[in-house]
């Protein structure tokens, strides 16, 4: 075969190759199954937000979008293997004022940068604590519990998920804030926490209203007062505790972050569907019912808010002394 049309028949198969592979190089995200990692148990605050957020999804997308819950070291474990996977949008975080603010204080030897390591998608929901007791202890207001605390020092035990958690922290800055003396109980999660509460194994816990609601509810646990700023006009009887502890408020915040350095257009989509999907009724409604307020932002309103979090935490977790390892 002359030299020229040997040339020309390479350059013919070259072109007819590059063309083959235009589809796949072009394919649009997603294009296989996303991972939402819940770093805490199934049934915990992550996990129950995270999942409608995957269902709404994968009915938008038609592709697989799964919860994956991958539990331990306060969220720790669940958040680093975000901080590592492939920057390529298959591999989200539901993310935590823990994981992704608090921890970065906390800990000495966190196995993720929170500053470095993740891309803030938006923030997805806020929230108060409930401060509630077993029956069978003899309080109803936040200055019963400091009082009896007072009076038993270190024998009364306050409940959490785990060194590092928001219930963990509420429970710390109340111990400071109140000058009280209460021993820790760590938990796999919240829900755990609840139950041993429930079979009064615990004294108190703060919790997130889809762990104990229904035991509030149904009797077996007294709700004494809740974490915000002022009082919730759903339930105006009870109060705050910073009515009794003046400066006392805790708001724990969720969110969705991506691995670093995942590229903008990928960010742009995930933000734009996690948006459409917290502004839907029956989102913002199944939220409402766990006690949640469905809340959005752009990357860079979340990515500023979480900077903000990292100092603010960073500050308080100093004054407390409190370290995790």
């Not at 969720?254 to 502004?279: M, S, V, Y």
């Amino acid at each position: 075969m002359p030299k020229r049309r040997a040339h020309l028949v390479r350059t013919a198969l070259l072109a007819f190759a590059s063309l083959l592979a235009l589809p796949v190089a072009a394919q649009p995200f997603p294009a296989k199954t996303v991972r939402i990692i819940a770093p805490f148990p199934p049934a915990s605050v992550a996990d129950v937000l995270a999942r409608p957020i995957a269902q709404k999804m994968n009915e938008t997308w038609g592709q697989p979008v799964v919860v994956d819950n991958r539990t331990g070291a306060a969220g720790n474990v669940g958040s680093e293997l975000v901080a590592k996977a492939p920057p390529d949008g298959y591999t989200l975080l539901l993310g935590t004022i823990g994981t992704n603010a608090v921890n970065a204080a906390l800990y000495a030897r966190l196995p993720y940068n929170a500053q470095k390591d993740f891309t803030p998608i938006s923030q997805v929901a806020t929230s108060y604590l409930l401060l509630v007791m077993h029956p069978s202890v003899p309080v109803r207001t936040v200055k019963d519990v400091i009082a009896l605390a007072k009076s038993q020092s270190g024998k009364l035990n306050f409940g959490s998920a785990g060194i590092g958690t928001t219930p963990y922290l509420a429970g710390e800055m109340f111990k400071v804030m109140a000058n009280v003396s209460i021993s820790h109980v760590a938990y796999k999660g919240s829900p755990q926490s609840a139950i041993d509460l429930v079979a009064g194994r615990l004294d108190l816990i703060f919790a997130n209203s889809s762990a104990v609601l229904p035991y509030i509810r149904g009797n077996r646990l007294r709700l004494i007062a809740i974490s915000a700023s002022k009082r919730d006009p759903a339930i105006p009887e009870i109060p705050t505790i910073n009515e009794t502890i003046p400066g006392f408020e805790f708001a724990p915040w969720w969110g969705l972050f991506a691995p670093a350095g995942t590229p903008r257009e990928i960010i742009a989509k995930l933000h734009g569907e996690t948006a459409r999907i917290l502004a839907l009724p029956e989102v913002k409604s199944h939220y409402s019912n766990l006690g949640m307020t469905a809340v959005s932002s752009t990357p860079e309103q979340f990515s500023a808010y979480v900077q903000r979090e990292i100092t603010h935490w960073g500050k308080i977790v100093k004054a407390a002394g409190v370290r995790a390892d």
